[in-house]
């Protein structure tokens, strides 16, 4: 079973993404609720923790750009 896609994503004042809209609903969700509930398996992403300890939300690597986090918050 694979988890909800992202099919949007916000920007805060930094430009860093800050939250996404997961598809069938209408309402962003904050980032670090989607991290919790991509590490269930409950949304289509990979979180990846670099040597800094912050962890990320990325789009499954697919070879497209256009569903990336920092394209679809344009």
Known sequence: ???KKI???K???NGNVN???LEGNSSFTPLATAI???EKGQVDAVVVNPKSGKKHLR???DG???N???????
Do not use: E, F, H, Y
Request: net charge positive; hydrophobic share 40%.
């Open 64 to 66: 497209k750009k256009k």
């Open 36 to 38: 919790k509930m991509a």
């Open 59 to 61: 789009a499954k690597p």
């Open 11 to 13: 920007n805060d004042s």
């Open 68 to 74: 990336n986090l920092d394209q679809l918050a344009d």
């Open 19 to 21: 939250a996404v809209r």
């Open 1 to 3: 079973m694979s988890g």
């Open 7 to 9: 099919v949007d994503a």
